[in-house]
């Protein structure tokens, strides 16, 4: 079977846990595995690595790590955002959870809420401090950091558009173009970028996606995405393994459209 050029990012939870779900979900063209440390215990998180290293194995893949920060975020009837009043970006728990990060070889970190470039090199300096400097995801999700993007793309080793909490800052509508403008800056950086959020989000009760989000994955192929993302759908969900199959179906047929066109990878 074809493979699709950009890749899967899914997030491991409570509904992909164990090693038989993780293993159909690479079967189907999972790619690169996400640990959301909003959510779960270090004890958690060390089981999912180890299910993840095994189910990787076991299929013959190696299967890449992100590490997920929080960040200065809190909780909203909605979700959550940045607290309004934050003091820095790097929070205490997120030493902690960069601790465990690398003492159990993650191969990327995501840096929530970054506004400009000097948040990257403040973040090396912390991992410096810890005994590892590993690569940075730079997520996007601040009206700030799109006033810096340029050197944010420069400073980071890949690229997330985080378009939940973007939506708190920008107007909606405005949302699909500011996502082709960072991809196409990607793109011309030689930056992996990853769109992310409420890609498949119905498929956390559902087994089959709307048409609206069937467009909106394709939508990110075709715009240039190295990577999209699934969140909630995989990680809480109730159909984790045929969410990524159908959106491999998703991707595969939008490649279909580009032709050949360069993909920067996470490895």
Known sequence: MRHSRAQIVATIGPASKDVRTISKMIKHQMDVARLNFSHGTHAEHARYIKNIRLAGKKMGRKIPIIQDLSGPRIKTKSGHRIASSFKDLITQKDIKDLQFGINHGVDYVI??????????????????????????????????ALKNLGPIIKAADAVMIGRGDLVNEVPLEE???????????????????????????SMVENPTPPRAEATDVAFAITSGSDAVMLSEETAIGQYPIQTVQIMERIVLAAEKHLGKHEVNRLT
């Open 111 to 144: 840096m929530s809420y970054i506004g400009d470039a000097r948040d990257i090199q403040k973040l090396k300096k912390e991992m410096a401090k810890l005994g590892s400097i590993k690569p940075i995801i730079a997520k996007v999700e601040r009206a700030v």
């Open 175 to 201: 949302i699909p173009f500011i996502e082709t403008k960072i991809i196409k800056q990607c793109k011309k950086s030689g930056k992996p970028v990853i769109t992310a959020t409420q890609m498949m989000l």
